[in-house]
């Protein structure tokens, strides 16, 4: 690798957030901060981060590149039982889960589609009723943008 190169998997991670952050701030009075070192999407509350880490390991390649988001409680069980998810550190005992791009094996094999679903999800779980109404206003559906 040359000086000045990223490596491939800085590269993909970036693929990623570009992706995350077009979908984060297409929802109605979406901002972006950095916190804590993490690229955090929020409204008065946060309701996606971009990249995170495991309890015991905050390096992990399975939570850097990877998507932090507010399930429904009732889909939360049936997601963790799948691979790419993740609880993360921090966040996770306040119900949150993360979604691992690197798992899945980087960002042209991630469902983009499924990506908006998530964070329209927790978008909903943590705006005010009404940016709600807003997004409701404009069809309602991350998948229909």
């Known amino acids: 690798m040359t000086e000045g190169t990223a490596p491939?998997?800085?590269?993909?991670?970036?693929r990623c957030l570009e992706r995350v952050r077009e979908i984060c701030l297409s929802f109605p009075g979406a901002?972006?901060?950095?916190s804590h070192g993490a690229p955090t999407f929020y409204t008065r509350k946060v309701f996606a981060v971009f990249g995170g880490s495991l309890k015991g390991d905050h390096y992990a390649p399975v939570a850097r590149n990877a998507l932090l988001f507010?399930?429904?409680?009732?889909e939360r069980e049936a997601l963790v039982q799948e691979?790419?998810?993740?609880?993360?550190?921090?966040?996770g005992p306040a119900g949150?889960?993360?979604?691992?791009f690197h798992r899945l094996?980087?960002?042209?094999?991630?469902?983009?589609?499924?990506?908006?679903?998530l964070v329209?999800?927790?978008?909903?779980?943590?705006?005010?009723?009404?940016?709600?109404?807003?997004?409701?206003g404009r069809g309602g559906s991350s998948s229909g943008r």
């Open 8 to 14: 491939p998997w800085a590269v993909d991670a970036e």
């Open 31 to 34: 901002a972006e901060k950095v």
């Open 70 to 74: 507010l399930p429904d409680a009732s």
């Open 83 to 91: 691979d790419a998810y993740f609880i993360p550190a921090y966040f």
């Open 96 to 100: 949150w889960l993360g979604l691992s």
């Open 105 to 117: 094996g980087g960002a042209d094999r991630v469902d983009w589609v499924e990506v908006a679903e």
């Open 120 to 136: 329209e999800m927790s978008y909903r779980l943590t705006a005010s009723a009404s940016l709600v109404r807003e997004l409701e």
